[in-house]
């Protein structure tokens, strides 16, 4: 039975391997007869335990980058307490009418990494950099968009320095 | 946004190569950021230390265990910070 596995268990990646620990605790050390002391030092032992579905992992991964239906707008909208998600299938072979499954914003910085793919295919390297700046300056202002935070600075108490 | 809008957006006319593109733009956000997580749970395994990552994982997020005795929950465990010195145990 496993238990206090957020305290007592470990991970670590190897190449392709992902490697799980449990630390065993084995106390205080002992004194042997001939009055020696035993150190009492904590190991790292494979898992002693079976247990079905007992990893989980949560990971990012390409999924499914192309759908039926536009994903930034909701299916239904009737009230403030009433609104659902549009129901989105994944297209495996896209064409012209299927929607990147993104954001508006990130859709945007689609469109940067597509010029910039353009501007690198005809030999213009500085107009490639130039929209790869504005990729990730939308991927990062999409990631500032989800967290709140605020910088505040110190009010000077004179007018003129 | 359709893969049409993108085309007009940036002045593509070729449909495959754009497509091609979206996905590079796809898969170079999915490891920048974590926009869409994924989950996958498998077995653990008595005496078995080395466990198959999913051949489509880009980066971890988190690992977590069951916990049987606290109402089967999964509980986030932590990344080791040292390195084992048993780089292979033959009788584990």
Same mark, same amino acid.
């Given at each position: 039975?496993?238990?206090?596995?957020?305290?007592?268990?470990?991970?670590?990646?190897?190449?392709?391997?992902?490697?799980?620990?449990?630390?065993?605790?084995?106390?205080?050390?002992?004194?042997?007869?001939?009055?020696?002391?035993?150190?009492?030092?904590?190991?790292?032992?494979?898992?002693?335990?079976?247990?079905?579905?007992?990893i989980r992992?949560?990971?990012?991964?390409?999924?499914?980058?192309?759908?039926?239906?536009?994903?930034?707008?909701?299916?239904?909208?009737?009230?403030?307490?009433?609104?659902?998600?549009?129901?989105l299938t994944?297209?495996?072979?896209?064409?012209?009418?299927?929607?990147?499954?993104?954001?508006?914003?990130?859709?945007?910085?689609?469109?940067?990494?597509? +010029?910039?793919?353009?501007?690198?295919?005809?030999?213009?390297?500085?107009? +490639?950099?130039?929209?790869?700046?504005?990729?990730? +300056?939308?991927?990062?202002?999409?990631?500032?968009?989800?967290?709140?935070?605020?910088?505040?600075?110190?009010?000077?108490?004179?007018?003129?320095? | 946004?359709?893969?049409?809008?993108?085309?007009?957006?940036?002045?593509?006319?070729?449909?495959?190569? =754009?497509?091609?593109?979206?996905?590079?733009?796809v898969n170079?956000?999915?490891?920048?950021?974590?926009?869409?997580?994924?989950?996958?749970?498998?077995?653990? =395994?008595?005496?078995?230390?080395?466990?198959?990552?999913?051949?489509?994982?880009?980066?971890?997020?988190?690992?977590?265990?069951?916990?049987?005795?606290?109402?089967?929950?999964?509980?986030?465990?932590?990344?080791?910070?040292? =390195?084992?010195?048993?780089?292979?145990?033959?009788?584990?």
């Open positions: 039975m496993s238990s206090s596995v957020n305290t007592g268990w470990f991970w670590r990646l190897k190449g392709k391997k992902l490697h799980i620990y449990r630390l065993k605790r084995s106390g205080a050390g002992s004194i042997r007869a001939n009055g020696s002391l035993t150190s009492g030092g904590d190991e790292l032992v494979y898992p002693d335990e079976t247990i079905p579905n007992g992992l949560e990971y990012t991964a390409y999924i499914e980058p192309f759908v039926d239906t536009d994903p930034s707008v909701l299916a239904s909208d009737s009230s403030e307490t009433s609104w659902s998600n549009a129901s994944e297209v495996t072979s896209p064409d012209e009418s299927s929607h990147v499954n993104l954001n508006r914003m990130l859709s945007l910085a689609v469109v940067s990494y597509v +010029k910039a793919m353009l501007a690198e295919m005809g030999g213009e390297v500085q107009s +490639k950099e130039y929209y790869m700046r504005e990729f990730f +300056k939308k991927v990062s202002d999409n990631e500032s968009n989800k967290r709140m935070q605020s910088i505040t600075y110190p009010v000077s108490p004179f007018a003129v320095r | 946004m359709t893969v049409l809008e993108i085309m007009e957006r940036a002045g593509a006319d070729s449909t495959n190569l =754009t497509v091609a593109w979206i996905k590079d733009a170079m956000i999915q490891s920048n950021t974590k926009h869409d997580l994924k989950v996958k749970k498998m077995a653990l =395994t008595k005496n078995t230390r080395d466990y198959d990552l999913p051949s489509d994982l880009m980066s971890i997020d988190s690992v977590s265990l069951l916990d049987t005795q606290d109402d089967n929950k999964y509980k986030i465990i932590s990344r080791m910070v040292s =390195t084992p010195i048993v780089s292979e145990d033959t009788n584990p």
